[in-house]
């Protein structure tokens, strides 16, 4: 099994700032597995923040490029989303994937209020 637990939401003023962080833990190797963000917002369907490969490689949602920044510490077991210029409309639950030995693990996410 694996642990996923999301951290760094919080309630922040439009055009600010937050940094979440992903911390990963038991049967897996962090440092090949594929990891990504997601977020739901208040009766919206889920949708795809950003997603980082193990070695790197970066996919992000069309809109959000440029203000959110994926990235992840190996040493750490831990992956990381840079949100930038926050809007009202970026408000939703944060969540972490991480694709391990043929599984998706999903944390319990973390919430992000942006107030205008």
């Known amino acids: 099994q694996v642990q996923l637990v999301e951290s760094g939401g919080g309630l922040v003023q439009a055009g600010g700032s937050l940094r979440l962080s992903c911390a990963a833990s038991?049967?897996?190797?962090?440092?090949?597995?594929?990891m990504g963000w997601y977020r739901q917002a208040p009766g919206k369907q889920r949708e795809l923040v950003a997603t980082i490969t193990g070695d790197g490689d970066t996919n992000y949602a069309g809109s959000l490029k440029g203000r959110f920044t994926i990235s992840r510490d190996n040493a750490k077991n831990t992956g990381y989303l840079q949100m930038n210029s926050l809007k009202p409309e970026d408000t939703a639950v944060y969540l972490c994937?991480?694709?391990?030995?043929?599984?998706?693990?999903w944390g319990q996410g973390t919430q992000v209020t942006v107030s205008s």
């Open positions: 038991g049967r897996t190797i962090f440092s090949i597995s594929a």
């Open positions: 994937n991480l694709h391990t030995f043929g599984a998706t693990y």
